[in-house]
């Protein structure tokens, strides 16, 4: 079973950035479709982007569009999530999902499509 654990959360100001970093502990197979979601106190989870194996494609929530950028790193089965000029609405919970399923070919912005989840960090942004 693999384990999913994020880093790099923190509390900044508005205009400031993050990078967020997904580290994969006992994996022993191999996950095409990485994925970050983020969810706030009383709203539903939400999807903010998701890329392909390579990382050559990915596909990004309006919301995060311009902004943020999911990048990975397979030497070290590591994926990462770039987020520049945050603004307050960005607070939440953010969380990585992974899956052995296809990038490709499925509704990317379902939570339920993704086995494997981190337990989250916390970003928080003040104006």
């Known amino acids: 079973q693999v384990q999913l654990v994020e880093s790099g959360g923190g509390s900044v100001q508005a205009g400031d950035s993050l990078r967020l970093s997904c580290a994969a502990n006992g994996a022993s197979d191999r996950r095409p479709i990485a994925a970050w979601f983020r969810q706030s106190p009383g709203k539903d989870r939400e999807y903010v982007a998701a890329?392909?194996?390579?990382?050559?494609?990915?596909d990004y929530a309006d919301s995060a569009k311009g902004r943020f950028t999911i990048s990975r790193d397979n030497t070290r089965d590591a994926v990462y999530l770039q987020m520049n000029n945050l603004i307050p609405e960005d607070t939440a919970i953010y969380y990585c999902?992974?899956?052995?399923?296809?990038?490709?070919?499925?509704?990317?912005?379902?939570?339920?499509?993704?086995?494997?989840w981190g337990r989250g960090t916390q970003v928080t942004v003040s104006s």
């Open positions: 999902a992974q899956d052995t399923g296809s990038y490709y070919g499925r509704q990317r912005s379902n939570p339920a499509g993704y086995q494997y």
């Open positions: 890329t392909n194996f390579r990382g050559d494609n990915s």
